[in-house]
């Protein structure tokens, strides 16, 4: 219990289908903010707060377990390294996997629980494979792809068939106060939002030389990690092109500290390698199957075909995609049902 | 939800209200006047309050000029330690430092954290041995440090979470002979032992009457004559000018009415509580043969109400849980921060490490607790212990 209406109606719902429930507020902070300021941000004292009157409004036990010092090593040490090394990771993905439905799944089950329920939108179909959520803006089986089979037999999803708007609704039929509190967005561990102020507190300034795809000096910066593949602003490059045609960030060489810079037909990538895969919407394919891949959280899915190589997912995609990033997700469906992901590596 | 009945075992956090405070609250609720009002509806309402007075100062050795009443403990707490240091820094500018101990209540401990971040106050804490007391060659030795310096000590009577018994009456006598305020906070100690503020030669003196079946919200600082705190609290000049405000009438005739029956019962029921808590020690050992007591040993040294016990290998907040499952209430004693567990800070200045502090739980008996609440806690731990234990491990 995040402290969050998603959270707080999902605790509900698992009460009304006759579950033993006990809220958790994860405290993943290791200097919390009293207050949350905007949206931005998760897990102040005031989310907690919110999150025991929540419990306490539905009539359940609520705890808060500190699991900060393995956050800050699995998620946020985790986050800065992929950065460092010219990668963009996806925090909550980390979190599902080594946090929630890890470290917090571990714990329950050893004191005698038998799953985690969270407010995620996803679905978990009749076989215990991962689907898509009925509502498909808020949709977040992306996130919850890199959990194994194991996991998600002991994840419940109550939310999952429901649009937003309804769940809005329902926790305001409920006398949850948090039914009007807005959702929070961006990385809960970057409260103000300042994703590059963070990694060069972090990683101090690193600078190096902005390039073409030529190899010429085009400028300089203070950090490869302050960018991402397929990235337009924020690029201090003296010259214009020739052709006035926008430039975008097409590589980012970590040891070399530099970022290569070009127009938007070398963000073209046809091909993807994914490690690390997790199949659990079918055995992994050893001949090519047709999928739909999705290469970011809330982007569009790819037509493509894939196919399983020992420790990699090949993907070849049927057109070509712009600005994909390694580090990212690459997470393979069919249809609503996710077949399986695995973390990207190259881009062709 | 759970639907076990409640085995309730944290009378030291709050207990049951007596049934004949209830009534006379409930009595008093339905009547109107304010005791600093001159008309008839406040005399009514001020002999209300002087006679709750006279009763509980006669309860605690008292006269009735010294109770000065407040909200509860922590307010009498804050008034003590911080009202005598700024009276008495005030009188010579030298007296900057605060003696107490390591295994304070918070209401106690942040009011001398306070003061030295806020208030230019030097802490001067006293050590404590492995089952929690002070001995008074300790305080001799820190307040012959710098006998100009000294501003207050406080001692709490007996401790909230391993329940030792301080030798208050000697301590008091050794801060008499440097001159220096002593305080007290009997606020456990009031509900279980003979508390006798004139016997007991201490100076300032904290109870509050939840702890031994009164209301929420009343409690009293007691003070000796010539002892004057700095306010906290300004205002209407109630409490003699130390504690301003409009005084709750019901709560302090309820706050009366349970220290009067409580003070009657106490030797019997100290009695009764300390063969049950024997009995709890002894299921609780043998469900778990590695299980620590912690604090003194049963007897004299020890609030007869308390247990409290280490469990190598577990986190004491899995165990509440496990335990909170069953039906079962008890405490891990210690404050939180963030609602996050911190590690007892009385252990851990009774010299325990950071695991075993943070891997116990307290157990307090009281006016409502029977033979059936052990036999349910024993009947439990052994299970609660074992899954508590493989939840840390992994």
């Known amino acids: 219990m995040s402290g969050g209406v998603d959270s707080a109606t999902a605790a509900a719902r698992a009460v009304d289908a006759g579950h033993e429930v006990t809220g958790v507020h994860l405290a993943l902070s290791q200097n919390p903010q ?51 090394a010219g990668r963009t990771p996806n925090p909550c993905l980390r979190c599902n996997e080594k946090i929630k439905f890890a470290a917090v799944l571990d ?14 939108y996803a679905r978990v179909g009749d076989d215990g494979q991962l689907m898509r959520a009925a509502d498909d803006g808020k949709d977040q089986s992306y996130v919850l792809a890199v959990l194994t089979r194991e996991q998600i037999a002991h994840a419940m999803f109550p939310l999952g068939d429901t649009p937003k708007a309804r769940v809005r609704e329902e926790a305001r039929q409920r006398g949850l106060l948090v039914a009007d509190k807005p959702d929070s967005h961006d990385v809960c561990f970057i409260a103000d939002g300042d994703t590059r102020g963070f990694l060069t507190r972090r990683l101090g300034p690193a600078p190096g030389q902005i390039v073409d795809s030529g190899g010429t000096v085009l400028g300089e910066h203070d950090g490869a990690y302050g960018f991402t593949v397929g990235q337009r602003k924020g690029l201090r490059v003296g010259r214009p092109t020739p052709d006035g045609a926008p430039r975008y960030v097409l590589n980012i060489e970590p040891v070399t500290r530099t970022v290569t810079v070009g127009p938007a037909s070398g963000l073209e990538v046809r091909e993807v390698t994914a490690q690390r895969p997790v199949w659990t919407g079918c055995a992994p394919p050893r001949e090519p199957v047709e999928c739909n891949v999705q290469l970011r959280a809330h982007g569009e899915v790819h037509p493509a075909s894939a196919y399983s ?40 | 939800m759970n639907t076990h009945p409640v085995v309730y075992l944290d009378h030291a956090a709050t207990t049951p209200m007596l049934p004949e405070a209830i009534a006379a609250m409930t009595e008093e609720l339905a009547r109107l006047g304010n005791p600093s009002s001159l008309h008839n509806a406040g005399r009514r309402a001020r002999r209300v309050v002087e006679e709750s007075r006279e009763q509980i100062a006669e309860v605690f050795g008292a006269r009735a000029s010294e109770v000065i009443f407040t909200s509860g403990g922590t307010e009498a707490d804050n008034l003590a330690v911080k009202g005598l240091f700024w009276a008495r820094r005030r009188t010579d500018p030298r007296r900057g430092r605060v003696l107490a101990t390591p295994i304070e209540h918070h209401a106690v401990l942040d009011s001398v954290h306070w003061l030295e971040q806020a208030e230019g106050a030097e802490p001067a804490w006293l050590d404590v041995d492995r089952t929690g007391t002070v001995r008074p060659e300790m305080l001799r030795a820190a307040l012959g440090r710098d006998p100009d310096g000294a501003a207050v000590v406080s001692v709490m009577w007996a401790n909230n979470e391993v329940g030792t018994v301080q030798p208050v009456a000697e301590l008091a006598a050794v801060a008499h002979e440097y001159g220096v305020p002593f305080h007290t906070d009997a606020v456990q100690a009031a509900a279980q032992l003979p508390v006798n503020f004139a016997a007991s030669g201490v100076d300032a003196m904290t109870v509050t009457s939840h702890k031994f079946g009164g209301p929420v919200g009343a409690g009293a600082l007691i003070l000796g004559r010539g002892v004057a705190p700095v306010p906290v609290l300004h205002g209407g000049g109630q409490e003699r000018d130390i504690r301003s405000g409009t005084l709750d009438t019901p709560a302090i005739r309820a706050f009366a009415v349970a220290a009067v029956v409580s003070a009657q019962r106490r030797m019997e029921e100290s009695r009764r509580l300390a063969a049950l808590r024997d009995n709890l020690i002894r299921q609780v050992l043998a469900a778990v043969p590695d299980a620590i007591l912690n604090g003194p040993p049963p007897g004299p040294d020890r609030l007869p109400g308390n247990a409290h016990f280490s469990f190598p290998g577990c986190e004491g907040d899995a165990l509440l849980l496990l335990l909170d499952a069953r039906g079962i209430a008890c405490s891990t004693g210690s404050a939180c921060t963030a609602g996050v567990a911190e590690p007892s800070h009385v252990l851990l200045a009774m010299g325990a490490d950071e695991a075993r502090a943070r891997g116990s739980l307290r157990f307090s008996l009281g006016r409502t607790t029977s033979q059936s609440d052990i036999d349910a806690l024993g009947a439990a731990i052994g299970d609660a212990v074992a899954r508590a234990r493989r939840a840390t491990a992994g």
Do not use: K
Request: charged letters at 25%; aromatic letters at 8%.
């Open chain 1, 107 to 120: 714990r329950a089950l050893a004191l005698g629980f038998d799953a985690v329920c969270t407010g995620h």
């Open chain 1, 309 to 348: 190589d020992g420790d990699c997912i090949q993907i070849r995609l049927h057109e070509p995609a712009r600005a994909v990033a390694t580090g990212q997700a690459a997470v393979l469906y069919d249809g609503d049902t996710v077949l399986g992901s695995g973390t990207i590596s190259t881009t062709r």
């Open chain 1, 34 to 84: 009293s207050y949350r300021t905007g949206a931005r941000g998760c897990c102040t004292l005031e989310d907690a707060r919110d999150a025991r009157r929540a419990a306490d409004v539905i009539g359940i036990p609520f705890y808060v377990w500190d699991m900060a010092e393995r956050f800050a090593h699995d998620v946020v040490d985790d986050f800065v390294a992929e950065y460092a």
